[in-house]
Structures are given as structure tokens and as C-alpha cells.
């Protein structure tokens, strides 16, 4: 897949703009705070709808307008050229892919594969669970349509249960519920184990490149409860359902996981060097856009924003050895790259696009 044009009405700091992206390789120049992050921000929504920047949709629009509007024409591998609009903002939001409305997600989420590599993925080694797990749900939705939908059932589950343990309810109220949570938590965790298992051997092999050394890169799956099967994840809910009522929320179960990034020397984030932590994020998202082509059988484009000036000389060079070279690229910095005359350049500033 590739990105052959971009349109932006009333995103962020942007009035309008259009992006003629054409080219393999697309940079786009300017100080910081112009809205060059911007631009990529609104080329990663063509996945599931969702910002690698931001969890909220509030924050997208321009504030003098509340309501966004993004066309993009695609090279699709299977689609063809196609045409997707995505309007946003306090009106709600509305998808399309060649003028028909797309009403669920569940249609669209992974159709188009984008993997964006930012500043911001160092909180996949030293944030929270809830930003590991956000990557490992969209890397497996976009994927796998099983796993999406057990996800959302799930999630659905949960969300009822909380609403009993905080009503209170009966046992056979309770029974029911917790007997569909099981099942879809019996999927999950079956799921992220196979899924961690594939992400973890692409990754080995893109960071020995990058590094150009074996530092034995794993990433581990880490569930909250340790299950086989639906029938035993239900007892887990059953046996728990005192101490719940308690807390007022359901404290065991996959909505809890965590994954674990780590080297030879140890756990990532306590004994890795400062560049050994941003170059195996940046290997954990070459290996996510390797599964995703590997899966989907569809090239997905790389959305580069400033990561590479943060990286030293010895992991930039790795990282082009180790990021495919037929994928479309579209970068962003404040200053050109060595190898200028093979991008596409546009200079952004003040939310306005120019040709270099």
C-alpha cells in the first residue's frame, strides 16, 4: 500500500492543506511545533481510527472549527486505488471508503496499514500496561477479525460485571455473565501468546540488524492471570467475586496483561543503555509492520516522525538496513536527511505546506 494524496480540512493547527505523496519517500521539513506531526498523526488514522499521539478525539479538530475533515487516495495491493474520507470532531464521526459509509470498525481496522515511529514509543518500554497493551490490541486486531471481536465482547463483559458487582446482583446473574467473559478471555489470552510469539521472533531479527550485534531482544507476555481455558478463567471470576465487590471493579483477567521488552543484560527498561531502549523500539515497530505485511499481505507505510535524529549514527545506519526498502516512507524533521535528493520535500510551518 502507499499514499498517493492527502487533504486537510481543520486538523489541529492545519485550515487546509493537500500533500502530493507520490513518491516513495516523502520528508517533510520545518521547525518544531509548525505541524509536521500533525500531517503524520492524520496519515496513522487510516488503521483504526486512532491517533498514536492522543486518546482524545477532542483534541483533533482545529478549536475555531470542531469538525475535521481528512480525504486520502490510497495504492491499495488489493483494493486498488481508492478513495477514504474521515470527517471528525463534536458532530460525531464519519468513515467512508469510496463514498459508501463504513458503519463498523470492525470492517475497516486494518484494511490500510500504517505503523507510526515516534518519540512517544518509548512509553512502550517505560509507561504503563495500558500502553503496552493499546499495541498489542490494535497489532492483533488489525490482523486477526477473531481477536478484535473477542476483544470487544470482552470488554463489554467487563464493563457488565463492574455495573453487578457495584449493584449487587445474584449469583446466577453472575454465573451468566462470567460463563461469555471466559470465553472471550480463553481467546485472547490463546491469541496474545501466538501473536507475542511471532512479534517476538520478527523482532529478534530485525534488532540483530539494526544493532548489528545479537543482544538477544525478546518481548514476553506477562498475563495477569495464568490460564488454559475458558472453565478454569470462570472459576478465577467466581473465586474472585468477593474481593471485587469490594474494589467495585473485576481485578483479574486479560484487561490487566502486560508484555515485557528485554535484552540479554536483563529487563529493557531497568538495564538497557539509552540507545539500546530506542533502538529496540524502533525494532518493535519494523516487526510490527513486518507482521502486518507478513499477515495482510499488504505493504503497510512507515510514518517516521524525528525518530531517527535521535538515534546515533552506528542504529541510523542500522535502521535502513533493517526497515524494508520498498515501503513507502513519509518523515518528518528539522533538517534535511543525509541523502537529501531521495525524498520528496515539503516544508510545513505555521499548519502551511510548500514545495522545498
Excluded at 56 to 75: D, H, I
Excluded at 145 to 165: F, K, S, V
Excluded at 290 to 302: D, M, S, Y
Aim: aromatic share 8%; net charge neutral; proline share 4%.
Amino acid at each position: 500500500m502507499r499514499f498517493l494524496n492527502l487533504r486537510l480540512q481543520n486538523f489541529r493547527n492545519i485550515e487546509f492543506a493537500e500533500l502530493s505523496l507520490d513518491a516513495p519517500r516523502t520528508f517533510l521539513l520545518g521547525a518544531n511545533g509548525q505541524g509536521k506531526s500533525n500531517i503524520l498523526e492524520a496519515l496513522s488514522l487510516v488503521t483504526a481510527l486512532r491517533s498514536f499521539r492522543t486518546q482524545n478525539a477532542g483534541a483533533l479538530p482545529r478549536k475555531e472549527a470542531g469538525q475535521y475533515a481528512l480525504v486520502y487516495e490510497v495504492e491499495h495491493d488489493e483494493y486498488g486505488v481508492t478513495e477514504i474520507e474521515i470527517h471528525g470532531g463534536r458532530e460525531g464521526r464519519k468513515l467512508l471508503v469510496d463514498g459508501e459509509p463504513v458503519m463498523r470498525l470492525g470492517d475497516f481496522i486494518g484494511r490500510f496499514p500504517v505503523v507510526p515511529l515516534s518519540s512517544a514509543d518509548f512509553q512502550l518500554l517505560r509507561g504503563s500496561p495500558a500502553e503496552r497493551r493499546r499495541f498489542l490490541d490494535l497489532t492483533l486486531s488489525s490482523i486477526d477479525r477473531h481477536y478484535y471481536d473477542a476483544l470487544r465482547q470482552y470488554h463489554r463483559g467487563i464493563t457488565e460485571r463492574n455495573r453487578l458487582l457495584k449493584n449487587g446482583r445474584s449469583s446466577a446473574e453472575f454465573d451468566a455473565f462470567e460463563a461469555e467473559i471466559a470465553t472471550h478471555a480463553a481467546v485472547l489470552s490463546h491469541k496474545r501468546t501466538e501473536g507475542l510469539a511471532r512479534l517476538g521472533s520478527v523482532l529478534k531479527e530485525v534488532y540483530t540488524g539494526l544493532a548489528d550485534a545479537d543482544e538477544g531482544p525478546e518481548v514476553v507476555y506477562s498475563p495477569n492471570v495464568e490460564v488454559k481455558d475458558a472453565s478454569q478463567f470462570k472459576d478465577v471470576l467466581a473465586a474472585s467475586r468477593k474481593r471485587d465487590e469490594i474494589m467495585g471493579a473485576t481485578q483479574k483477567g486479560p484487561h490487566r496483561d502486560d508484555m515485557r521488552l528485554a535484552l540479554n543484560v536483563g529487563g529493557a527498561k531497568e538495564y538497557a543503555s539509552d540507545g539500546q531502549q530506542r533502538g529496540l523500539c524502533v525494532a518493535l515497530r519494523i516487526a510490527q509492520a513486518t507482521l502486518f505485511r507478513e499477515a495482510l499481505q499488504v505493504a503497510p507505510v512507515l510514518l517516521v516522525d524525528d525518530v531517527l535524529g535521535e538515534l546515533d549514527p552506528h542504529r541510523k545506519a542500522g535502521f535502513w538496513r533493517a526497515c524494508p526498502g520498498d515501503l513507502q516512507i513519509v518523515a518528518t524533521g528539522t533538517e534535511l536527511p543525509e541523502d537529501a535528493p531521495g525524498w520528496s520535500v515539503s516544508r510545513v510551518k505555521a499548519g502551511r505546506l510548500a514545495p522545498n
